[in-house]
């Protein structure tokens, strides 16, 4: 996986990346990067998802995690996110219970558990607990009210069937919980 990111990483585009001036943000989602006298209009949410997959990819099985000071119970995880996929519209009561739906997912997550301990440092409990979280960059921490959606991506959004798309999808649940999410970053300027 870090063969493929490598071999299909565009030189120009990542000198762009590493050499820019952040100038500030454009709207929500959108930031102006200066690299040398051309601005450039990026996709923060997708840079930063981007950046966090490959960062995660990159960390496989080396993973420093932070502890969570009170275990956080997968279960009530994943009804908060439950609730959050009804109020968007995508959960509806012909679905099946929350109740049982969460279940299904706390059940397959603690299969798993062994799994995405050694590999990805999340720690699930017999008791279907969660004690920690993979520390993707040092020092910074994901925006935790994405807690449950990511509880529920592991569980939705794996293809835990085979051993390559496992990897790269639990890789891009990791990228997609510590990706930058609106509101953003503030301006430089200190204004708004």
Partial sequence: MVNAIDCNTHLSLLDIIKQCTYVGMADDILALLQYKIQLYL???VTLSRELMYQQAVRRFAHFNAIQLSNP???FELLMIALDEEEQA???QENDGPKDEIAKLNMRLLEKKAELLAEYFGIRIDRQGNR???PLVPDQYTADMDRFPR???TLA???DWDEEKECFESLAASIGDFYALHP???PNPSGKD
Avoid: E, Y
């Fill in 131 to 133: 004690h920690s979280l």
């Fill in 42 to 44: 990026v996709n923060v």
């Fill in 150 to 152: 990511f509880a529920w």
């Fill in 89 to 91: 519209g995508l959960w």
């Fill in 72 to 74: 956080a119970s997968v």
């Fill in 156 to 158: 939705n959004d794996v």
């Fill in 183 to 185: 509101p953003l970053l």
